[in-house]
């Protein structure tokens, strides 16, 4: 016979919520958040609590929830400007190794008609 209890609806609502807002550090995150001492997290598994007590626990899971996704929005708008800001300088960089590219090739086209103009405007030495 299996003598230990069920965990309550609560705990397994609980704990899927905080292992979403904190990931591996679930549990001391979570003592944290209803300040309570190491170990003591278990209290909110008890199928005892009044239902005030559970309306409290729910509202401050809540809570975390939407202050991690604030953070997490944050920090995927300042990624999304960082990335704005990266392929502008991209662009940049790649404008002006166009430009370069051009100028190496309108100097090189102007030599080759400088020749040219040379080449053309010389005496030629046969005909003489």
Avoid: C
């Avoid at 239902?51 to 997490?72: F, G, K, P, Q, Y």
């Avoid at 400007?81 to 392929?87: D, I």
């Amino acid at each position: 016979m299996n003598r230990r209890r069920q965990n309550t609806d609560l705990w397994h609502r609980v704990v899927a919520a905080l292992e979403l807002i904190y990931g591996k550090s679930w549990r001391r995150k979570g003592e944290e958040l209803f300040m309570l001492e190491r170990g003591e997290l278990r209290l909110v598994d008890n199928s005892a609590l009044p239902d005030n007590a559970v309306a409290i626990t729910e509202d401050m899971v809540a809570w975390a929830m939407h202050d991690r996704a604030a953070a997490l929005r944050g920090e995927a708008d300042a990624l999304e400007r960082a990335a704005r800001k990266f392929e502008s300088e991209s662009a940049d960089r790649r404008f002006e190794v166009r430009l370069a590219a051009r100028k190496v090739y309108e100097d090189e086209v102007e030599a080759l008609v400088q020749e040219a103009l040379f080449l053309a405007l010389r005496p030629n030495k046969e005909a003489a």
